[in-house]
């Protein structure tokens, strides 16, 4: 299944941006969905992640900042950014998985959206 993510660009310290994933498929309706991100030079990171039934799971990094959801008629996955810092510059990816960790995941990478944070 093919996942498209949208929404990134630029935005100020302290501003707020929101980015989608969607699925070509049903493939949201049965499995978690995860948004993962990449900053130069670092490790991708799993950051948020909606199960089927839900259920959310944050990095430290993002939890209360960020907020996933899901909108299964639209097969799309939301992540909302608030109070964005510097540090979230990276491009963002999403994911399809078992779990509310995804330790499977399922379907490849896509191409990603660039979230930059700059003043």
């Known amino acids: 299944a093919q996942l498209v993510e949208s929404g990134g660009g630029l935005v100020q310290p302290g501003g707020s941006l929101s980015v989608s994933c969607a699925a070509s498929?049903?493939?949201?309706?049965?499995?978690?969905v995860g948004w993962y991100r990449q900053a130069p030079g670092k490790q991708r990171e799993l950051i948020a992640v909606?199960?089927?039934?839900?259920?959310?799971n944050y990095a430290d990094s993002v939890k209360g900042r960020f907020t996933i959801y899901r909108d299964n008629a639209k097969n799309t996955v939301y992540l909302q950014m608030n109070n964005l810092k510097l540090e979230d510059t990276a491009v963002y990816y999403c994911?399809?998985?078992?779990?509310?960790?995804?330790?499977?995941?399922?379907?490849?990478w896509g191409q990603g959206t660039q979230v930059t944070v700059s003043s």
């Open positions: 994911r399809a998985g078992r779990g509310a960790t995804l330790s499977i995941l399922i379907g490849s």
């Open positions: 909606i199960t089927s039934s839900g259920i959310t």
């Open positions: 498929g049903s493939i949201f309706t049965l499995n978690a």
